[in-house]
């Protein structure tokens, strides 16, 4: 059996500087869990869809102590059920499959979902602690309005852990000098539709309001437009810690935060 | 550790700046098995300097560097600028020859620089290893070092020569006791603020085009504490800083910030980088004194090269080091190789390094200019001579009329007064001068 | 033209975040499905037309495949919107392959033709023009919930107990702890992100947050560097927050981070970058470092509290 760690190689830069590129903190939890959750005579395995850059996050996980590397040659923008499948061909009948809850650029926290689906394994996504027991895992998951799940893991599952969940092992010296040469296996990635759409900074939208609450017509009018409040007053400066902190104190009085 | 076979390399770099990269390259080219430790994600990561290099030492080592190396202007223009308060004199050389292979000096960013120099010491056989620290030397009984210690699990490396090229300041020169004390007055500040402007802006502003850049370094405009200051031009941002002596920044109380802010707002300055947004800022500390506060440089199983052998020329209207850093490293380098080859490591086998160093620009310059950093930074030539040498000159070029013009004796003499310099220290200073610069 | 349904996965009775949001953002149109999803019709803000499905389910590949499956028995080709909260965004990949369509996560406009999608850390928008039909996750928070109209009509569904995966079992769903509710519910709170360069940073913050009677929250990436408590993060993923007062320190303003933020009357960014989401949304927008700010900050308020 095989327990796979899937790492995504991100350049978490707007000028594509690809020397700062690396694994997010969440697949470095991912990877740390795939070596804490094999067990004795299991396969650790950590599986890359992405360019030739790709490799050098494979090393420094095979330092780490894996037992084989792979990378998916395909295309950076392919869609995540296009990475799921080509993944899910490369890992199948793996026991544990651990990614991060999301990739830093993508960013939607679909792929691994697509990957149990395609699979056909149960799936523990978003978590935020996990308890390795001899043959189940106890695991949390957040859920909205800040509530908690507790799952117990017993077979073959994709989970998705935050990346405070585990600190990444530091690879001893001897791993890193061994992964220098080790071998990365090569997959040709499937063909898929590529999401080559232009990326524009966030801006955030208007949003709906609810109905204005005033009696008045002028009331009303008065609440749509908040006039008279002091989100009307936004400002940018420019100012030196000092003027800064000082300003702020200020605001605050003003606002009637302090006394 | 008598098996040299035994080890985990023949040779042991630690730091990837340009001397390490330089030294493993050597080494490397001389066939010997070679590692270089960084402790940086990548070389050249948090490297900081000025911004210009003089790789001329390179010919050698990666020939036709000129092609491949991550370049952003090639130095056409130098300056020096001598600031008083409100006045600016420059002597300034311009050869457009200089942009033409086999070029002179180039400005270029060291996370480029440092980085592509590490590359060629991996094409030449060097295993590079980067996250890694170096913490502390292997030494056997005798004393002889024989590897390192790192802050990685299972992190002792063996070797026959450790090349120490950690930089400034360097923890492995002092762990293997090869300096004497260091004294605070034997370091400089340096300080740099990296300056975004559209390229056609900075082409303008400094009369040049395409690929050519322009180095300017500053004697004054530095508010009263001694150092200097620079000026130079990458392809879209200028790099702006000032080196400050370390004692009187502190007897000055003054903030570091503070002195670049004046400088930038000087009269000669404020127009270069007007509208400018800063884009970084950053420290470092510079070895000053040169030759005086220079370590043994040798010792049983390692040596030292780089500004961790204060090989660095900060001497006003000078600074360069990465050039010094650069081709110790590669006599270190060879000489290590040379050593292991026959199978003698200790002090003695290694000091064909020191006579290198010896024969080449890298001591010569250094012992040349012994006293030329002293001369510089001295209060004289800081606090006094920046406003009689600019009021002089204010006077020859002001035009009075219908006032005659004064003869140029008289002005010398009324300014050098008024300045309060004696002139048993003006023929002094300029004899030092000389002979240093000459 | 085919028009948007929601589907909004019901855990328990409870709408998850951006439920409403969802509902509206499909003109009215929507699925309710999970537990308890009949005693969930009420207050659905924009809700027109509403089929209900009332199944047990916690896993989130049967709920989707569910979902699918009574898309299919209503005739529904429409192009579907889902909540990103943690159940949708988990179910919505199952039901995108059970529908055969492509997927878009973290949205944050879905119109039949065009969809804007959060990427890079919620900094950065794409715009994808989707030619058929497709299942779309919408980031709660980003567009606000329409006023109540009348009452929805409302029709329930009957699909039978779908088969959930046995390899993984909801236990138990724990109420918030108690140590998060002072964030929650803090009328005032003091936010740090990545512009704050240290652990011992976040010390520091929490104690200007009490010398001015607030809470402290953080972004993301600062949870996931281990310099903060998951309770202390703010966001759709985290704890959702509706403070009078936000002050932002080295925040960003990705969507993900300010959706969970609500509408505070006052807000105080303190960053190096100009023109980023969080300086756009503040009253007053101070550009400088925020580090040095709270040190000035804590030599400001202990000088004031000493006289
Ligand atoms: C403000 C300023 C301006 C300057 N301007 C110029 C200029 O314009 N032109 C010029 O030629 N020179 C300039 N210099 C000088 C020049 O930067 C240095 O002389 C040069 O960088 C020395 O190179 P080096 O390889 O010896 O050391 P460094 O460049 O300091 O490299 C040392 C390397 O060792 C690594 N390291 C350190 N300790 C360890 C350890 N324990 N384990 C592993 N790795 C370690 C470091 O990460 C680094 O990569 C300037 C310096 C300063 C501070
Ligand atoms: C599915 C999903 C769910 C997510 N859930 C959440 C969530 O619940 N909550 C959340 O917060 N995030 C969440 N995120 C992450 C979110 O997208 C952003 O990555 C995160 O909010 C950014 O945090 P930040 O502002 O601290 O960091 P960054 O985006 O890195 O911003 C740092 C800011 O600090 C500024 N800065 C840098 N140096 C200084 C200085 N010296 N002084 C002042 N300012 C400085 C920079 O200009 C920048 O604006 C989620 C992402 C996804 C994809
Ligand atoms: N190209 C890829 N190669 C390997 N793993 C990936 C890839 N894309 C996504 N993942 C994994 O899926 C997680 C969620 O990514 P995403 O769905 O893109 O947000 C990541 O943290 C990785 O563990």
């Known amino acids: 059996m095989t327990v796979v760690a899937c790492l995504k190689w991100v350049i978490p830069r707007v000028d594509d500087d690809d020397r700062f590129a690396g694994i997010s903190a969440a697949d470095q939890s991912a990877l740390e869990f795939a070596l804490l959750s094999a067990r004795p005579g299991e396969d650790v395995v950590a599986v890359s869809a992405g360019p030739l850059g790709a490799e050098r996050a494979l090393r420094d996980a095979v330092a780490c102590g894996l037992s084989r590397a792979i990378r998916i040659d395909l295309d950076p923008r392919a869609s995540s059920s296009a990475v799921a499948s080509s993944i899910a061909s490369a890992v199948a009948g793996a026991r544990l499959v651990w990614c991060g809850d999301y990739s830093l650029d993508r960013g939607t926290g679909s792929m691994p979902g697509f990957l149990a689906a395609r699979l056909g394994i149960g799936q523990a996504l978003g978590l935020i602690d996990v308890t390795i027991g001899d043959d189940s895992m106890s695991v949390v998951r957040r859920l909205d309005g800040a509530r908690r799940e507790i799952m117990r893991v017993t077979g073959p599952a994709v989970l998705s852990v935050e990346g405070s969940t585990a600190r990444l092992r530091r690879a001893s010296l001897r791993g890193v000098l061994a992964a220098d040469n080790a071998i990365i296996d090569v997959i040709a990635g499937m063909s898929s539709p590529i999401d080559a759409v232009d990326e524009k900074p966030y801006r955030p939208r208007a949003r709906a309001l609810a109905a204005p609450s005033g009696t008045s017509a002028l009331d009303r009018v008065r609440s749509l437009t908040d006039a008279g409040t002091a989100t009307q007053r936004s400002e940018t400066v420019v100012l030196d810690p000092p003027e800064a902190a000082a300003r702020i104190v200020g605001a605050l009085r003003d606002w009637g935060y302090l006394g | 550790m008598n098996r040299p076979d035994a080890n985990d390399a023949d040779v042991i770099v630690v730091g990837a700046g340009p001397a390490g990269s330089c030294a493993a390259i050597a080494a490397a080219r001389a066939g010997r098995r070679v590692i270089l430790i960084e402790r940086g994600p990548f070389p050249g990561s948090k490297n900081m300097y000025g911004g210009v290099v003089y790789p001329r030492i390179l010919d050698e080592l990666v020939p036709r560097w000129w092609e491949t190396a991550p370049v952003q202007r090639w130095v056409v223009r130098r300056s020096t600028m001598i600031l008083s308060e409100t006045g600016a004199l420059s002597v300034d050389y311009r050869s457009n020859a200089w942009g033409q292979p086999p070029y002179n000096g180039a400005t270029a960013y060291r996370p480029d620089f440092d980085e592509w120099?590490?590359?060629?010491?991996?094409?030449?056989?060097?295993?590079?290893?980067?996250?890694?620290?170096?913490?502390?030397?292997?030494?056997?009984?005798?004393?002889?070092?024989?590897?390192?210690?790192?802050?990685?699990?299972?992190?002792?490396?063996?070797?026959?020569?450790?090349?120490?090229?950690?930089?400034?300041?360097?923890?492995?020169?002092?762990?293997?006791?090869?300096?004497?004390?260091?004294?605070?007055?034997?370091?400089?500040?340096?300080?740099?603020?990296?300056?975004?402007?559209?390229?056609?802006?900075?082409?303008?502003?400094?009369?040049?085009?395409?690929?050519?850049?322009?180095?300017?370094?500053?004697?004054?405009?530095?508010?009263?504490?001694?150092?200097?200051?620079?000026?130079?031009?990458?392809?879209?941002?200028?790099?702006?800083?000032?080196?400050?002596?370390?004692?009187?920044?502190?007897?000055?109380?003054?903030?570091?910030?503070?002195?670049?802010?004046?400088?930038?707002?000087?009269?000669?300055?404020?127009?270069?980088?007007?509208?400018?947004?800063?884009?970084?800022?950053?420290?470092?500390?510079?070895?000053?004194?040169?030759?005086?506060?220079?370590?043994?440089?040798?010792?049983?199983?390692?040596?030292?090269?780089?500004?961790?052998?204060?090989?660095?020329?900060?001497?006003?209207?000078?600074?360069?080091?990465?050039?010094?850093?650069?081709?110790?490293?590669?006599?270190?380098?060879?000489?290590?190789?040379?050593?292991?080859?026959?199978?003698?490591?200790?002090?003695?086998?290694?000091?064909?390094?020191?006579?290198?160093?010896?024969?080449?620009?890298?001591?010569?310059?250094?012992?040349?200019?012994?006293?030329?950093?002293?001369?510089?930074?001295?209060?004289?030539?800081?606090?006094?001579?920046?406003?009689?040498?600019?009021?002089?000159?204010?006077?020859?070029f002001r035009v009075d009329n219908p006032q005659p013009k004064p003869g140029l004796r008289r002005i010398v003499r009324q300014e050098r007064k008024r300045a309060g310099i004696k002139l048993s220290e003006l023929i002094r200073d300029g004899w030092t001068g000389l002979r240093g610069f000459g | 033209m085919s028009a948007l349904v929601a589907v909004v996965p019901v855990r328990a009775g409870v709408v998850p975040a951006?439920?409403?949001?969802?509902?509206?953002?499909?003109?009215?149109?929507?699925?309710?499905?999970?537990?308890?999803?009949?005693?969930?019709?009420?207050?659905?803000?924009?809700?027109?037309?509403?089929?209900?499905?009332?199944?047990?389910?916690?896993?989130?590949?049967?709920?989707?495949?569910?979902?699918?499956?009574?898309?299919?028995?209503?005739?529904?080709?429409?192009?579907?919107?889902?909540?990103?909260?943690?159940?949708?965004?988990?179910?919505?990949?199952?039901?995108?392959?059970?529908?055969?369509?492509?997927?878009?996560?973290?949205?944050?406009?879905?119109?039949?033709?065009?969809?804007?999608?959060?990427?890079?850390?919620?900094?950065?928008?794409?715009?994808?023009?989707?030619?058929?039909?497709?299942?779309?996750?919408?980031?709660?928070?980003?567009?606000?919930?329409?006023?109540?109209?009348?009452?929805?009509?409302?029709?329930?569904?009957?699909?039978?107990?779908?088969?959930?995966?046995?390899?993984?079992?909801?236990?138990?769903?724990?109420?918030?702890?108690?140590?998060?509710?002072?964030?929650?519910?803090?009328?005032?709170?003091?936010?740090?992100?990545?512009?704050?360069?240290?652990?011992?940073?976040?010390?520091?913050?929490?104690?200007?947050?009490?010398?001015?009677?607030?809470?402290?929250?953080?972004?993301?990436?600062?949870?996931?560097?281990?310099?903060?408590?998951?309770?202390?993060?703010?966001?759709?993923?985290?704890?959702?927050?509706?403070?009078?007062?936000?002050?932002?320190?080295?925040?960003?303003?990705?969507?993900?981070?300010?959706?969970?933020?609500?509408?505070?009357?006052?807000?105080?960014?303190?960053?190096?970058?100009?023109?980023?989401?969080?300086?756009?949304?503040?009253?007053?927008?101070?550009?400088?470092?925020?580090?040095?700010?709270?040190?000035?900050?804590?030599?400001?308020?202990?000088?004031?509290?000493?006289?």
């Open chain 3, 18 to 307: 951006g439920g409403l949001e969802a509902i509206a953002e499909a003109g009215g149109r929507a699925i309710l499905i999970g537990s308890g999803a009949s005693t969930a019709t009420t207050d659905l803000g924009a809700a027109r037309d509403v089929t209900v499905v009332d199944i047990n389910v916690s896993d989130p590949q049967a709920w989707g495949r569910a979902a699918a499956d009574v898309l299919s028995r209503l005739g529904l080709a429409d192009s579907v919107v889902v909540p990103a909260s943690p159940d949708g965004r988990d179910l919505a990949p199952h039901l995108a392959l059970a529908l055969g369509v492509e997927l878009f996560s973290g949205a944050t406009e879905v119109t039949p033709t065009r969809v804007r999608v959060a990427r890079r850390g919620g900094l950065a928008i794409a715009e994808h023009r989707p030619a058929g039909r497709f299942v779309a996750t919408l980031q709660p928070g980003v567009r606000g919930v329409d006023p109540a109209s009348m009452a929805p009509t409302v029709n329930n569904v009957d699909i039978g107990a779908p088969e959930s995966s046995t390899a993984v079992m909801s236990q138990e769903v724990l109420p918030p702890d108690v140590s998060t509710m002072d964030l929650a519910e803090a009328p005032r709170i003091v936010g740090g992100g990545a512009g704050l360069t240290d652990a011992e940073r976040f010390a520091q913050l929490a104690e200007f947050a009490k010398s001015i009677d607030a809470s402290m929250g953080v972004t993301r990436v600062i949870t996931d560097r281990g310099w903060a408590p998951h309770q202390r993060q703010i966001g759709t993923t985290g704890i959702v927050v509706d403070p009078k007062l936000y002050l932002a320190f080295g925040v960003s303003g990705a969507v993900q981070h300010t959706s969970g933020l609500g509408q505070p009357d006052h807000i105080i960014s303190v960053n190096t970058d100009a023109h980023c989401p969080m300086m756009q949304m503040a009253d007053l927008a101070i550009v400088s470092d925020a580090n040095a700010v709270l040190d000035e900050l804590a030599a400001l308020l202990s000088k004031d509290s000493a006289s």
């Open chain 2, 117 to 396: 120099l590490s590359r060629q010491a991996v094409a030449a056989g060097a295993q590079l290893v980067t996250s890694t620290t170096v913490t502390g030397l292997l030494r056997d009984a005798s004393g002889r070092v024989v590897g390192v210690r790192t802050d990685r699990p299972d992190g002792d490396l063996t070797a026959s020569v450790v090349i120490a090229c950690d930089g400034v300041n360097s923890f492995l020169a002092k762990e293997a006791g090869l300096y004497s004390a260091t004294d605070p007055s034997n370091f400089t500040l340096g300080v740099k603020e990296t300056l975004a402007l559209p390229k056609h802006v900075i082409d303008e502003r400094f009369g040049v085009r395409d690929d050519q850049g322009v180095d300017i370094e500053i004697l004054g405009g530095t508010s009263g504490v001694n150092g200097g200051g620079f000026v130079y031009t990458n392809l879209d941002t200028i790099a702006l800083g000032v080196v400050l002596k370390l004692p009187k920044l502190a007897a000055q109380k003054k903030r570091p910030e503070e002195i670049i802010a004046t400088l930038k707002a000087h009269p000669a300055i404020a127009p270069l980088i007007e509208g400018a947004e800063v884009k970084e800022y950053s420290a470092h500390v510079i070895p000053e004194a040169g030759y005086s506060m220079m370590p043994t440089m040798v010792t049983d199983g390692m040596v030292v090269a780089g500004d961790a052998a204060a090989l660095c020329l900060a001497a006003g209207i000078w600074l360069e080091g990465v050039n010094f850093a650069m081709a110790s490293g590669m006599c270190a380098g060879e000489a290590a190789a040379a050593a292991v080859a026959r199978n003698d490591v200790s002090a003695k086998g290694l000091a064909p390094y020191t006579d290198k160093l010896n024969a080449t620009f890298v001591l010569r310059d250094h012992k040349k200019l012994r006293k030329v950093p002293g001369l510089v930074l001295s209060d004289r030539v800081q606090q006094r001579y920046p406003a009689f040498v600019t009021s002089v000159v204010e006077r020859v």
